[in-house]
Each structure stands twice: as structure tokens, then as C-alpha cells.
């Protein structure tokens, strides 16, 4: 994970640890890092020591250097900083503890899911999700219910990456959650899950009162990929914002969507071009003949990426 290139020998990194023990913390902070500018996975025992340290700024330095490296170690020591009493030094080793991806850091990691401090919780949930253990779906589910939505938010995130249908409801219990982050990571979270439960719990988000979330939901229908919520999406092509707009409709495109040809088309007319060439793009990937009139009245739109675009949705009919 270093990107420094390690020292000749283990014999320069035993001269430069030396350092840590010095009474000058300016001199134990430089000795951390030229320790972890060493490379060597016998670097991380060092600097994990330092984690120990009376002061907070080599602390600080040992937690960020161990974001370099991986590992049951590691993220043992990184589990102590996160805890520290100065918060720069906890954040630091949140950002490191995020780095870690070995899933043999997770015996280091779980007890710490039900810790006091929400700061804490929300963190360790952060770190199990690149870990992708079994054990951690448990307590992920558990921590839905806690009084924090952003330990409810990482939480979520550890579920949709190990995308367990047996978590579905989970999700979708979530995707009603009280907190917009909440409802918006779950939504993202279902895409995983292919089937008409998922599609009706993204299509329900579509009236959403966060405009966030119904994007998210137009974008998850198209990745879950059934037809069924294609009146769903149809319904948002009017939505007050743009984006949640441009989401449908490159929803309804993926999903080939014939029964919203007549939706788009006004769309080819809209004040913003973005959203002209999503609706010249999306009646391509549909090369419904139906649109072919439509395409061909605004081949001069004065946008040129529209209008590159509606030639080439123009060539998808001829070609279907």
C-alpha cells in the first residue's frame, strides 16, 4: 500500500527507530517518519508503539503513517488511536482504519461496532465495509436501529457490499429511515438486488421528499433492470429538478423502455441541453420508430453535443 521506496536494509530502519525513544517529541515525530518512509512491513511493530506515545502530535503522525500499510497489526493499533482523547489524532486513524482492505482485521475491528461514542461506531462501520466479512453483517443490521444515522449510514454501507438478499428487508426498511443520508445510502445499497422487492422500494423512493434520494431511485432502477418500475420512472420525467429528470431518463433508456417514447419526447425540447441530449440518447437506446419524426425535427439544435447526439440515436433506429 506505500507508495516510498523501502530502505537498503532492516539495519537502517532498527538506526531510525531508535529515534522513538528519544525525550524530544519533535525528534520522536521525525523518527516516524522516516520509519514509515522505510517501507518494511517490519515498520508497522514501530510505529504502532508510537501509537503509545505521550505526545499527541507524534500520535498523530503514527496513525497517518499506518494508513500506509495492512493488516490484523495495523488495524489493532489504528483501533487504540480511534479512541484517543485528541480528536485530530481520532480522525487520523478513522481515514487510516478506512485504508485497511485485509479481511483478517476484523476480529480487531468488530467489538468496537457497540462503543460508546457514535464518532467511533460510524467509523469501525466505515472500515468493515472494504472488508467484506461475513461476521460483520450481523451487527451492521443491528446498528440500523441506532439512535446516530451516520452509524445508520455505514451501516447500510456494510450490507449493500456484501449484498446478502437475506438483508433485503433490512434495506428496504432503511430506505424509509427518518434521515435523507439514511434513505439515500439504501437506495444505492439495493441496486444489488435484482428482483421486484428492490424495484418497488427504489420506485416508492421516487416520491421521495429529498430530491437527492429520487435520483438515486431512478438510477437503482435501471441497475436492478426490471421493466415493472418503468411507470414508476415515467411518472418523474416532470420532476422539479433536473437531475432527478436526467437520472430517468437515462433509466428509461437502459431499461428500453417503449412506453415512455412519448414521455421523452417533449424532453427534446427542454431549456438545458443536458437534459435534450439525455433525451435524444435515451430514444436511441430505446430505437422505438416512434421517436424517428421527433429526432429528425431537431437535427439543428443549437447545442452541437445534442445534436451529435440526436444523429446518433437518429442511426440506432436505422439500424434496429
Given at each position: 500500500?506505500?507508495a516510498?521506496?523501502?530502505?537498503?536494509?532492516?539495519?537502517?530502519?532498527e538506526?531510525?527507530?531508535?529515534?522513538?525513544?528519544?525525550?524530544?517529541?519533535?525528534?520522536?515525530?521525525?523518527?516516524?517518519?522516516?520509519?514509515?518512509?522505510?517501507?518494511?512491513?517490519?515498520a508497522?511493530?514501530?510505529l504502532a508503539?508510537a501509537i503509545?506515545?505521550?505526545?499527541?502530535?507524534?500520535?498523530?503522525?503514527?496513525?497517518?503513517?499506518?494508513g500506509?500499510?495492512?493488516?490484523p497489526?495495523?488495524?489493532?493499533?489504528l483501533?487504540?488511536g480511534?479512541?484517543?482523547?485528541?480528536?485530530?489524532v481520532?480522525g487520523?486513524?478513522?481515514?487510516?482504519?478506512?485504508?485497511?482492505r485485509d479481511?483478517?482485521?476484523?476480529?480487531?475491528?468488530?467489538?468496537?461496532?457497540?462503543?460508546?461514542?457514535?464518532?467511533?461506531r460510524?467509523?469501525?462501520?466505515?472500515?468493515?465495509?472494504?472488508l467484506?466479512?461475513?461476521?460483520?453483517?450481523?451487527p451492521?443490521?443491528?446498528?440500523?436501529?441506532?439512535?446516530?444515522p451516520?452509524?445508520?449510514?455505514?451501516?447500510?454501507?456494510?450490507?449493500?457490499?456484501?449484498?446478502?438478499?437475506?438483508?433485503?428487508?433490512?434495506l428496504?426498511?432503511?430506505?424509509?429511515?427518518?434521515?435523507?443520508?439514511?434513505r439515500?445510502?439504501?437506495?444505492?445499497a439495493?441496486?444489488?438486488?435484482?428482483?421486484?422487492?428492490?424495484?418497488?422500494?427504489?420506485?416508492?423512493?421516487?416520491?421521495?421528499?429529498?430530491?437527492q434520494?429520487?435520483a438515486?431511485?431512478?438510477?437503482?432502477?435501471?441497475?436492478?433492470g426490471?421493466?415493472?418500475?418503468?411507470?414508476?420512472?415515467?411518472t418523474v420525467?416532470?420532476?422539479?429538478?433536473?437531475?432527478?429528470?436526467?437520472?430517468?431518463?437515462q433509466?428509461?433508456?437502459?431499461?428500453?423502455?417503449?412506453?415512455?417514447?412519448?414521455?421523452?419526447?417533449?424532453?427534446?425540447?427542454a431549456?438545458?441541453?443536458?437534459?435534450?441530449?439525455?433525451?435524444?440518447?435515451?430514444?436511441?437506446?430505446?430505437?422505438?420508430?416512434r421517436?424517428?419524426e421527433?429526432l429528425?425535427?431537431?437535427v439543428?439544435?443549437?447545442?452541437?453535443?445534442?445534436r451529435?447526439?440526436?444523429?446518433?440515436?437518429?442511426?440506432?433506429?436505422?439500424?434496429?
Amino acid at each position: 500500500m506505500s507508495a516510498f521506496e523501502p530502505f537498503e536494509s532492516f539495519g537502517d530502519l532498527e538506526e531510525v527507530a531508535k529515534g522513538l525513544t528519544s525525550p524530544d517529541s519533535s525528534v520522536r515525530r521525525l523518527a516516524v517518519i522516516e520509519i514509515a518512509e522505510t517501507a518494511s512491513p517490519d515498520a508497522v511493530e514501530y510505529l504502532a508503539s508510537a501509537i503509545s506515545d505521550a505526545a499527541s502530535d507524534v500520535r498523530f503522525q503514527a496513525v497517518r503513517a499506518l494508513g500506509e500499510f495492512d493488516g490484523p497489526i495495523v488495524a489493532e493499533a489504528l483501533v487504540k488511536g480511534i479512541v484517543d482523547c485528541d480528536p485530530d489524532v481520532a480522525g487520523a486513524s478513522a481515514e487510516s482504519l478506512a485504508e485497511i482492505r485485509d479481511p483478517e482485521a476484523g476480529p480487531a475491528l468488530l467489538p468496537l461496532v457497540s462503543h460508546d461514542s457514535a464518532f467511533v461506531r460510524a467509523s469501525i462501520f466505515r472500515s468493515l465495509k472494504a472488508l467484506r466479512i461475513p461476521e460483520s453483517l450481523g451487527p451492521a443490521v443491528a446498528a440500523l436501529g441506532d439512535p446516530d444515522p451516520a452509524v445508520r449510514v455505514q451501516s447500510v454501507g456494510v450490507i449493500g457490499y456484501l449484498k446478502r438478499v437475506e438483508s433485503l428487508p433490512s434495506l428496504i426498511g432503511a430506505a424509509r429511515d427518518a434521515n435523507p443520508d439514511v434513505r439515500l445510502a439504501a437506495i444505492n445499497a439495493l441496486a444489488f438486488a435484482r428482483n421486484a422487492a428492490a424495484a418497488q422500494a427504489a420506485s416508492d423512493a421516487l416520491k421521495d421528499s429529498e430530491w437527492q434520494v429520487r435520483a438515486a431511485a431512478a438510477e437503482a432502477i435501471a441497475k436492478i433492470g426490471l421493466t415493472s418500475a418503468v411507470s414508476a420512472v415515467r411518472t418523474v420525467l416532470s420532476d422539479d429538478y433536473w437531475q432527478v429528470r436526467q437520472k430517468a431518463l437515462q433509466s428509461l433508456g437502459k431499461l428500453k423502455a417503449r412506453d415512455a417514447v412519448a414521455d421523452i419526447v417533449p424532453l427534446l425540447d427542454a431549456q438545458l441541453p443536458s437534459l435534450r441530449k439525455e433525451a435524444a440518447a435515451a430514444l436511441g437506446d430505446i430505437a422505438d420508430p416512434r421517436a424517428r419524426e421527433a429526432l429528425t425535427a431537431r437535427v439543428t439544435d443549437p447545442d452541437p453535443d445534442v445534436r451529435k447526439t440526436i444523429v446518433w440515436a437518429l442511426g440506432q433506429l436505422n439500424a434496429a
